[in-house]
């Protein structure tokens, strides 16, 4: 046996798909996907195979040349689910399997239309990441079991379907449907399959780059992420050339639970990065860096998840400098290391959990989700950088992309070629300590600025009274009004929330990012002309890293702790699964009084 991943019954000495054609009829009353997967087998094969499935109705499963192939479905670990065991007759090139997914399917958000923007159209998204390919479809659903894809998803008239794939356009079909084709010719780990349908537009915003979302928001959408092909000439410069040919970009409905999704080729990003003023492109920025980092060069498994996130949020700060400047990007990693330190002291110091490689058999990589791979991480690879040079340590990232792309890794195989491009370095840095240590190493690379400590010693100061003045606060920019909000103390006496909300003009803002920390000082100090407002987010927006913040405010306060439980119990419905499973675990600290 020769399992390699915790989260998958992928097993490396078995068959290896290396092809998967899909056919999907999408069913939004009965809210499952009946579907055929063929999976193409490296070379013809025998014997056991093992596939990843959770809650999958497997009906039938034969070979291509339609020879019956028995199989059994193992009872559902908590974890992983169910193994689907197949038995291949001799020279076996593909299997087929018929299948139909669960109305309870975690990949799959089910939106009626009163839960869209402009409520004609039922909505359908996926989000596979880290784990959940194997709800939509039976794999081998391991990132180092790299596939190809081919897809046909049917969906009632009126419906578009896009996917992380090229589109290969689409045909009217039987029983007023219609019929999409897609192909996706460059190998990626199954977690980056992915589909969503609804009533949707679309506008070029680049020569590779066109925006799909809701009719509704496609204009406003298409204004704020405008700047795209310059961000990819720009990453492109650093990290080579771009491999996909499309960089297009989805706009969901508010219940995404992510801010965004590296799905290769679609970009899935949440709505509430439309904030009229093109501040919260970093997310953007982010997303397409994963074309390089993440979908080029892929974490082996969830236990080297930082191989993926801290190179991608240095990637995208180092995009974010070469546009907007030095200053910007050492805010933007202020404001990172803040939630670094937050993410830290909720799994205490110590927690194994504060390493970047993670030991995650018997964990749900969902419960142990944080910012750590990303802040952590980012801070190594720029500890590499300082130390390496600049010159050095682009020279070796671009080398590093080359040599593994369209490969999953482990850390201990980026680390042997390190060593061998940059002998030294490793252990000039202490990588040990940084990668198998918990806590935030002595030797980390701090941001640091005089334009970053004037705002955090406003913020300290702020309690005793030194306010910082009207003309000053209309000079900041979303990312130092934001780190001044991080800064302030909590809870705050009334008259201070006041005078915020009034001074920096909080109550009509409309990045997301602010109003959050707006409104969770504002629910931690019981102010409540703010209220409202609070609940109004909360039953719009099912983005996990809001979620959490504000019901953490309001519960861990007596005064709010019962709405906290009503406001959730009024929204549960609308939210994502994923989401529900946020706000349950940060109410539950808190039991009712
Ligand atoms: N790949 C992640 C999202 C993800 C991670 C989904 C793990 C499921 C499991 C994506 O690239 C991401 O990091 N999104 C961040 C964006 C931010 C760091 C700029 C998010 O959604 O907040
Ligand atoms: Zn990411």
């Known amino acids: 046996m020769a399992r390699t991943d915790p989260h998958s019954y992928f097993d490396a000495a078995q068959p290896r798909t290396v092809h998967a054609e899909l056919k999907w009829d999408v069913d939004f009353n009965a809210k499952v996907i009946r579907g055929v997967a063929a999976l193409k087998l490296e070379s013809p094969s025998a014997g056991t195979m093992d596939l990843d499935s959770r809650d999958l109705l497997i009906a039938k499963v034969a070979t291509s040349d339609g020879r019956p192939v028995p199989f059994s479905v193992a009872p559902a670990d908590p974890v992983l689910g169910s193994r689907l065991r197949l038995i291949l007759p001799q020279d076996t090139e593909a299997v087929v399997i018929d299948y139909e997914t669960s109305p309870g399917a975690v990949a799959l958000q089910w939106l009626s239309p009163e839960q869209t923007r402009g409520r004609r159209q039922p909505f359908l998204f996926s989000q596979c990441q880290p784990h959940h390919a194997r709800t939509i479809a039976p794999l081998q659903d391991s990132p180092v079991a790299r596939i190809t894809y081919d897809a046909e998803v049917t969906v009632p008239d009126g419906i578009t379907a896009v996917m992380s794939a090229g589109p290969q356009g689409s045909r009217a079909a039987a029983g007023n449907k219609r019929l999409f084709k897609f192909h996706m010719p460059q190998p990626i780990p199954t977690y980056l399959v992915a589909l969503a349908a609804g009533d949707l537009a679309s506008r070029e915003i680049g020569p590779r780059s066109r925006i799909w979302a809701e009719p509704e928001v496609v204009e406003a959408a298409a204004w704020e992420f405008a700047e795209i092909e310059s961000m990819i000439k720009t990453a492109e410069k650093l990290f080579g050339p771009y491999e996909w040919e499309r960089y297009d970009m989805l706009v969901l409905p508010p219940s995404f639970p992510y801010g965004g999704m590296e799905n290769p080729r679609l970009t899935f990003l949440t709505p509430t990065l439309l904030a009229g003023d093109r501040s919260l492109v970093t997310v953007v920025a982010h997303e397409l860096a994963h074309s390089w980092t993440g979908n080029l060069v892929t974490n082996a498994s969830v236990e080297h998840f930082w191989l993926n996130e801290g190179f991608t949020v240095w990637a995208e700060r180092r995009i974010l400098e070469a546009l907007r400047g030095a200053a910007y990007a050492s805010m933007a990693q202020a404001l990172g290391l803040a939630a670094l330190r937050q ?77 061998h491009e940059l002998p030294g370095l490793a252990k000039e840095v202490q990588a040990e300590s940084w990668l198998y240590k918990p806590g935030l190493p002595n030797n980390a690379p701090l941001p640091k600025s005089h334009a970053l400590d004037a705002i955090q010693n406003q913020a300290r100061g702020f309690s005793g009274g030194r306010k910082p003045s009207t003309d000053e606060v209309t000079r900041w920019a979303p990312d130092q009004l934001l780190l001044f909000l991080q800064g302030l103390p909590r809870p705050l006496p009334k008259d201070e929330c006041a005078w915020l909300a009034e001074e920096l003009n909080l109550p009509n803002g409309r990045n997301y990012e602010i109003v959050v920390e707006w409104l969770s000082i504002a629910l931690a100090s019981g102010y409540e002309p703010a209220f409202p407002a609070a609940r109004e987010v909360l039953s719009e927006v099912g983005r996990m890293k809001y979620l959490r913040p504000l019901y953490q405010a309001m519960a861990s306060t007596p005064r709010t702790r019962a709405m906290a439980r009503e406001i959730y119990a009024a929204t549960q419905n609308k939210l994502h699964m994923l989401s529900r499973q946020v706000v349950e675990s940060t109410i539950k600290e808190y039991p009712p009084d």
């Open 343 to 419: 993410a830290m002291s909720r799994f205490g110091e110590n927690s194994p959990l504060t390493c970047l490689v993670t030991k995650l058999e018997g964990l749900n990589p969902d419960d142990v989700y944080s910012e750590v791979p990303y802040e952590k991480g980012s801070l190594f690879v720029t500890l590499l950088e300082k130390t390496a040079g600049r010159d050095v340590w682009d020279r070796f990232i671009r080398a590093y992309i080359a040599r593994f792309k369209f490969t999953s890794i482990t850390t201990d195989e980026f680390l042997v070629f390190l060593e």
